[in-house]
């Protein structure tokens, strides 16, 4: 079946440097993607999304970047701060959720 | 404002009882989806229900079922549990069904215990 993924389970990076999580699709019908960070005890909580006729777009010090050829969409957090530590997962039309990528942010 | 507000936060149930968990949507919010987190892993699409309709089932046996209420809030019942239906248990609402047009909010869950 369909399937969302991740490449790496679990990221460390030191205070102030950047972050760039990544997640492949397989379904190429898919036109919606959104990002979640999912803190410890809590229910995921939105970080930015992107439609399928775009390749890039930019929030407050994260950036989603699609590649549809590929199948392959990124997360890239700027100056990474020891609150972005957390489990990512990237999502496909609300459907279909990636396993996850812990963030550690070392200080 | 009150968010997405998920009941019990704790549950231990035994194998082959049966278990209901509530959620209340963000007031005017009209969709509401379930999602079951295994530990470790992501979200796993269950349900989604607008105006009270069954508008969308993921791959979960006949076990699992749930209703939309009048006021929108809903539940989620799984009968004959299971081991592994251990897990989080998350409920997101939102003011219509279409992920792309409206955004989906997540309560904190139901941690759910199968023993």
């Known amino acids: 079946g369909e399937s969302v993924g991740l490449h790496l389970p679990t990221l460390s990076v030191q205070e102030g440097d950047n972050s760039i999580i990544n997640c492949a699709y397989s379904?190429?019908?898919?036109?919606?993607f959104i990002w979640y960070k999912q803190e410890s005890g809590k229910g995921p909580q939105f970080i930015i999304d992107?439609?399928?006729?775009?390749d890039k777009r930019q929030g407050q010090r994260v950036t989603v970047l699609l590649n549809k050829t590929v199948k392959h969409l990124s997360l890239q957090i700027a100056a990474t701060q020891p609150g972005d530590s957390a489990v990512y997962f990237c999502?496909?039309?609300?459907?279909?959720f990636g396993g996850g990528t812990r963030l550690m942010v070392k200080p | 404002d009150a968010g997405v507000t998920q009941s019990p936060t704790h549950l231990i149930k035994t194998r082959g009882q049966q278990v209901t968990l509530r959620c209340s949507p963000i007031s005017g919010h009209k969709s509401v989806s379930w999602y079951q987190q295994v530990l470790g892993q992501g979200p796993q699409f269950i349900f989604q229900y607008y105006e009270k309709e069954e508008r969308g089932r993921g791959n979960f046996p006949d076990r699992f079922s749930a209703r939309q209420f009048p006021n929108y809030s809903s539940e989620l019942n799984v009968n004959a549990l299971l081991l592994g239906d251990s897990a989080l248990y998350l409920c997101?609402?939102?003011?219509?069904?279409?992920?792309?047009?409206?955004?989906?909010?997540f309560g904190s869950g139901t941690r759910l215990t199968v023993v």
């Open positions: 999502a496909e039309n609300m459907l279909t």
């Open positions: 997101a609402s939102s003011l219509g069904p279409d992920p792309d047009n409206y955004g989906y909010t």
């Open positions: 992107i439609r399928s006729n775009m």
């Open positions: 379904n190429s019908a898919s036109d919606y």
